[in-house]
């Protein structure tokens, strides 16, 4: 998902529009802007595109001086209207609204708890239950009170929660889900990605830190922490795949990041062939990257269709095969007759990659040889990117031979972890700040609501 935050601009929901259109490649199930006058909140949300969502007049109805905004995709909870966000919710003390990127690991436990304690529940994402964990922290500073509330709730969080007279952002204390602070003008930002600055015309201040909490008022922003320092665990994937390349994310640009993957690809998994092509979008920089470090042309081998969302949005196999093939078109005059290096971000499913293999054979390649970016996916994300169960992940089970084979590439090689941390600038077995659990299966939080549901079953 995507979040954006703005406090202190007369046209503020409107900004949290052109700012979530930059995150659109967040999540693209259901998009929503909550914004308020200083006495009374305004909502908008629905399903699908932000353009699909504010078609016409609903954009001018959302008035005043700071909104809240988010794009959705789900990785909790099914993707219905209840579940869109920002949610709203009314206590006897004020109203609040808050929208969330990412995913707790203990949101099954903290529901039945609040549910014994007789909160109601009205959608089935963990959002809700991080909205009636602030709630019942009662009356007082609504800085203090979610402050209070997070540190009860585990996981991959990015926050934003708007009232009649303040904006909070809250990152979670690992950093797994990345958030900026921002500036434009009198008005200060927050956003999932600086992408989204760009587009509004503000400009990047800083990184909100893990586990720093942002009061934002008209009389300033001011940090509180509220949790204890520790070790960062930053999400690579982020990087590898999810985010956008002219994002700057905790102080990389995405589109170096890749890269310099793509040059460490080259440098340690030569393969045998005449051209270079990227699976676009998230590949392009990568094998540029490649192309540079080995010598071998650039080649545009593979159109995309833009008007076709991704396809790892669609929630069943069969629209996600169908996605794939409206998606890419393989350029015969590019590749017949050539032994094409095809570089991709990352293996999941690997659905993708066999079509790909196979477009490029239909239009004459000779050889596919596939050149990964990322090590093998080998364990699913509780953070908030994935949506893939571990027995859908092909690395889980499979070796990279077998892989090569079932996405019928003639060689197949992946970056390894240690080569991954090497694009940031950290030799071998040197502590890294980034969350590499879907790639190691070592993840930095308990998971307690994945021994829950095994207690259970
Ligand atoms: P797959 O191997 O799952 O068919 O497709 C992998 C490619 O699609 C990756 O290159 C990535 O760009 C994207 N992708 C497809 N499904 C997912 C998913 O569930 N999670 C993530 N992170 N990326 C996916
Ligand atoms: Fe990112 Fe992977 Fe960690 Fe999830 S498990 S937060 S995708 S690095
Ligand atoms: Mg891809």
């Not at 054979?361 to 996916?377: D, M, N, Q, T, W």
């Amino acid at each position: 998902c995507g979040v954006f935050g703005i406090f202190g601009h007369p046209r503020a929901a409107a900004l949290t529009y052109y700012g979530l259109v930059a995150l659109q490649h967040r999540g693209q199930e259901a998009a929503g802007i909550t914004s308020t006058d200083g006495s009374r909140m305004y909502s908008h949300k629905g399903l699908g595109l932000l353009t699909d969502v504010f078609r016409a007049g609903e954009l001018e109805g959302l008035h005043g001086h700071a909104a809240i905004g988010h794009v959705r995709y789900s990785t909790a909870g099914s993707n219905t209207i209840q579940n869109a966000q920002p949610i709203a919710l009314a206590t006897h003390a004020r109203n609040f609204a808050i929208a969330h990127n990412g995913n707790l690991v203990n949101a099954r436990f903290l529901r039945i708890q609040l549910e014994e304690q007789g909160s109601l529940f009205q959608t089935t994402s963990d959002t809700e239950v991080i909205a009636h964990l602030i709630a019942k922290e009662g009356v007082g500073d609504l800085a203090d009170l979610v402050a209070r509330a997070v540190q009860k709730i585990e996981g991959g969080f990015a926050l934003v929660i708007l009232s009649d007279d303040e904006l909070i952002a809250v990152r979670d204390p690992f950093g797994l889900r990345p958030m900026v602070l921002g500036r434009l003008g009198d008005a200060h930002v927050v956003a999932s990605e600086s992408c989204a600055f760009e587009t509004v015309g503000a400009t990047l201040v800083r990184d909100v830190e893990p586990g720093e909490l942002l009061h934002i008022t008209r009389h300033g922003v001011r940090s509180v922490r509220f949790a204890p320092r520790r070790a960062r665990r930053m999400c690579t994937f982020e990087h590898v795949y999810f985010a956008r390349p002219d994002s700057d994310v905790d102080g990389w640009n995405v589109h170096s990041v890749r890269k310099q993957l793509g040059r460490i690809l080259a440098e340690r998994h030569p393969a045998p062939g005449d051209i270079v092509i990227g699976v676009p979008d998230s590949s392009v920089s990568a094998a540029a990257g490649y192309a540079e470090q080995s010598g071998l042309p650039l080649e545009t081998g593979l159109i995309k269709n833009k008007y076709i969302a991704r396809t790892f949005i669609q929630p069943s196999q069969e629209l996600r095969d169908l996605g794939v093939r409206l998606k890419l078109n393989a350029v015969r005059s590019v590749v017949e007759g050539k032994r094409v290096v095809l570089i991709d971000d990352s293996i999941v499913r690997g659905t993708t990659s066999r079509r790909i293999v196979r477009l490029l054979r239909g239009a004459g390649a000779l050889e596919v040889h596939v050149r990964i970016s990322s090590p093998p996916y080998v364990s699913p994300c509780h953070y908030g990117i994935d949506t893939a169960k571990e027995d859908e992940l092909i690395a889980a089970r499979h070796s990279i031979d077998e892989i090569r084979r079932a996405i019928e590439a003639d060689s197949l090689e992946f970056l390894t972890v240690d080569e991954l941390m090497q694009a940031f600038g950290f030799p071998p077995g040197s502590p890294v700040p980034f969350c590499n659990a879907c790639f190691t299966r070592r993840y930095p939080t308990s998971l307690i609501d994945q021994t829950l549901n095994e207690g259970m079953e």
